[in-house]
């Protein structure tokens, strides 16, 4: 495929299933729960992406899940987390956390807060192996890190300080200002999603707003620009 071939395919924001049921209010780019559209059954191993906000003092009662990666992206507000591993933290903007969920966990989500919303990105991945060990890790991030210019999460390998998360997987995250572009060159035998966070940013010339997600098949070089701000999250895929 020639570099030059501009292989992209917007998933509008208006197009995204909604679910609102008094404390929660979520988006979901990705068929869930009762929103089904099949076009929109996931890409490559990335299954969900809820857009999730819910209100102070209010979250999701314990549940379980098995088989899948599991990833929280706070961006505004902080949630709690416990777990069936133990784990007990607060994961606030800047962190990246992951659950690999594997034979089985039980978790609880709450906003702590009893007056600040809770907004969120709850990411789920395909494991590359089913019954896996159930885990948990967190990571904060400083936006120094991340502003400007595209900061490594997580990854299959664990590298650069990212969490490690059971497939090949890299996840990138970039909080850009009025002026900042940033690259990156998909490889010829990689796929990759842009998920817009947050603010209005331009993906080679196209305008994208918060909740537009972008997948890109096959060798593509993005560039990634705003005049206003915001915030994304690239997805590098096998």
Do not use: C
């Not at 961006?75 to 987390?81: D, I, N, Q, S, Y």
């Not at 996840?171 to 200002?177: F, G, H, I, M, W």
């Amino acid at each position: 495929m020639s570099k030059n071939t501009i292989t992209h395919l917007i998933h509008d924001r208006n197009a995204r299933g909604h679910a609102q049921i008094g404390w929660l209010d979520s988006y979901h780019t990705f068929s869930f729960g009762s929103f089904y559209d099949p076009n929109r059954m996931g890409f490559r191993s990335l299954r969900v992406i809820n857009d999730d906000r819910i209100a102070p003092g209010a979250g999701f009662p314990t549940h379980g899940h098995r088989d899948m990666e599991i990833l929280t992206y706070v961006l505004e507000g902080a949630v709690e987390h416990k777990d069936s591993l133990g784990t007990g933290s607060v994961i606030r903007p800047g962190d990246a956390q992951i659950m690999s969920a594997g034979t089985g966990i039980s978790h609880s989500e709450f906003n702590p807060s009893p007056t600040e919303p809770l907004h969120l990105l709850q990411i789920w991945i395909i494991p590359d192996e089913q019954g896996l060990t159930p885990r948990y890790e967190q990571k904060a991030f400083p936006i120094e890190e991340k502003r400007g210019k595209l900061r490594l999460i997580a990854a299959k390998d664990g590298r650069d300080g990212a969490v490690t998360i059971h497939q090949d997987v890299d996840l990138y995250t970039s909080v850009l200002e009025q002026g900042d572009v940033v690259n990156y060159q998909v490889k010829s035998d990689r796929y990759a999603w842009l998920q817009v966070a947050q603010g209005i940013v331009t993906l080679n010339g196209e305008e994208l707003r918060a909740g537009d997600g972008v997948q890109i098949n096959g060798e593509d070089r993005l560039e990634i620009s705003t005049n206003i701000g915001g915030e994304i999250l690239l997805f590098d895929l096998a």
